[in-house]
C-alpha cells in the first residue's frame, strides 16, 4: 500500500512568513500533485510536477519533486491570509490520474 | 461553463437506510472517479468509472456499495445499509481523458445517525 505523510499536520504562521509543508513516501510516484482544499468545498489542482528533481513555481508557491520521485515539497513565501486552507498532496501511479494516493494533509492558517 | 455537480450537498440517513450521491462530471469529461474523505484523514480513491465501465473498483468497500455511469445521466454511488462508519464527504472528479487533471466537485457530506 502507497501511503504520503505529510507534514506539518497543522501550521499556524503570522502574515508575511515563509513557510514549507513536506510531503514524503517510501514509494515512487510517476507524478505528484499539490491541491488546496477549502472548507465545505473539493480539491482544487494547483500544480503537478513530474520529473525527478523539477521545480515549479506559481506566483509565491514554489513546488520541487524530489530526484527519487517519494518526495515533494511546497514553501511559500510571504504567507497571507488568503492562503490559508488545507494543502494535500497525491501521487499518481504509472497508469495515470484515476487512482491518486493523497497526502494526509496540513492545514495552514496565516494569522493577519 | 459547470464545473463537477454534486448532489445532494448533504445527506442525513438512519442505519439500515439507503444513500444515493450523484455525480454530473464537467461537459466532455468521460472518465468519473469516487473518492471518500473521512474527518481529519485524505481522501481515499474508491472506484474509477468511463460511460457503461467500471474500470476500477479496487477502493470500494466489497459490500452494500456500488457505482455506475450510465451512457445518459449522472454517475450514482450508492450505499445500502448504510452503518455510523460510512459517514463522511463523499468526492466526485471528472476528466476527459486518464492522465489529465482531476476536477473535483464538492462533495455530499453523508451523515447517518
Known amino acids: 500500500t502507497q501511503l504520503l505523510e505529510q507534514s506539518p499536520q497543522f501550521l499556524s504562521i503570522q502574515e508575511g512568513e515563509n513557510l514549507t509543508v513536506y510531503c514524503n513516501s517510501s514509494?515512487?510516484?510517476?507524478?505528484l500533485q499539490w491541491y488546496r482544499q477549502e472548507p465545505g468545498e473539493g480539491p482544487v489542482l494547483l500544480v503537478t510536477?513530474?520529473?525527478?528533481?523539477e521545480v515549479k513555481k506559481l506566483k509565491r508557491l514554489t513546488f520541487q519533486f524530489g530526484d527519487a520521485r517519494k518526495d515533494s515539497s511546497l514553501h511559500i513565501t510571504a504567507a497571507q491570509p488568503g492562503d490559508t486552507g488545507l494543502y494535500l498532496c497525491?501521487?499518481?501511479?504509472?497508469?495515470?490520474?484515476?487512482?491518486?494516493?493523497f497526502g494526509t494533509g496540513t492545514r495552514l492558517t496565516i494569522i493577519p | 461553463n459547470a464545473g463537477v455537480m454534486q448532489n445532494p450537498r448533504h445527506l442525513v440517513r438512519r442505519r439500515g437506510q439507503e444513500a444515493r450521491l450523484r455525480c454530473s462530471p464537467m461537459?466532455?469529461?468521460?472518465?468519473v472517479y469516487w473518492y471518500r474523505q473521512l474527518p481529519e484523514e485524505g481522501l481515499k480513491f474508491m472506484v474509477y468509472?468511463?460511460?457503461?465501465?467500471?474500470?476500477?473498483e479496487s477502493g470500494m468497500p466489497k459490500e452494500r456499495f456500488s457505482a455506475e455511469f450510465p451512457k445518459e445521466g449522472p454517475s450514482i454511488l450508492r450505499i445500502q445499509q448504510v452503518v455510523r462508519g460510512d459517514s463522511a464527504a463523499y468526492f466526485c472528479?471528472?476528466?476527459?481523458?486518464?492522465?489529465?487533471?482531476?476536477?473535483f466537485g464538492n462533495g455530499t457530506r453523508l451523515t447517518v445517525t
Open positions: 514509494s515512487v510516484f510517476s507524478s
Open positions: 497525491a501521487g499518481a501511479g504509472n497508469f495515470g490520474n484515476e487512482k491518486l494516493t
Open positions: 461537459k466532455g469529461h468521460s472518465h
Open positions: 468509472l468511463q460511460k457503461e465501465n467500471i474500470i476500477d
Open positions: 472528479a471528472s476528466s476527459p481523458a486518464n492522465g489529465s487533471p482531476l476536477h
Open positions: 510536477v513530474v520529473t525527478g528533481g
